[in-house]
Nanobody, 120 residues
Framework: QVQLVESGGGLVQAGGSLRLSCAAS????????MGWYRQAPGQQRELVAN???????NYADSVKGRFTISRDSAKKTSYLQMNSLKPEDTAVYYC??????????????WGQGTQVTVSS
C-alpha cells in the first residue's frame, strides 16, 4: 500500500501564493513521476504539472510562468509553488505518484485532495 499525504491548500486572495506538498510513503521501490492535478466543480480533472525523478517538468499552459513544481527524491515529496493565483485556479488539487514496486509492477496512487480557493 502507498499513502500520499497532501498539505498546503487554503483560501487566498487573487495575486497571492500558496505552496502545496505531497509526501509519499509505503511500498514504493522507485518513483518515476510525481504530479499535481486539479478538478474544479463540474469540470474534468486536469494535469497541472508533473516532474520526473530526473527533474524534467511539464506544465499546463494555464499555469506556465506562475506555478513551479519541484521534488525531494530522498523524502519522496513533491511541491507545487503557486504564485500570482487567479480565481480560475480554484479547485481541489490532487497529488499523484507513478511508481514501481519491488516486483517491477508499474502503479500509481492518488492523494485525498486539498482545496485551493482564490477569491477575487
Amino acid at each position: 500500500q502507498v499513502q500520499l499525504v497532501e498539505s498546503g491548500g487554503g483560501l487566498v486572495q487573487a495575486g497571492g501564493s500558496l505552496r502545496l506538498s505531497c509526501a509519499a510513503s509505503g511500498r514504493i521501490f522507485s518513483i518515476s513521476t510525481m504530479g499535481w492535478y486539479r478538478q474544479a466543480p463540474g469540470q474534468q480533472r486536469e494535469l497541472v504539472a508533473n516532474i520526473t525523478m530526473s527533474g524534467s517538468t511539464n506544465y499546463a499552459d494555464s499555469v506556465k510562468g506562475r506555478f513551479t513544481i519541484s521534488r525531494d527524491s530522498a523524502k519522496k515529496t513533491s511541491y507545487l509553488q503557486m504564485n500570482s493565483l487567479k480565481p480560475e485556479d480554484t479547485a481541489v488539487y490532487y497529488c499523484r505518484v507513478d511508481f514501481k514496486t519491488l516486483f517491477n509492477r508499474s502503479l500509481n496512487s492518488w492523494g485525498q485532495g486539498t482545496q485551493v480557493t482564490v477569491s477575487s
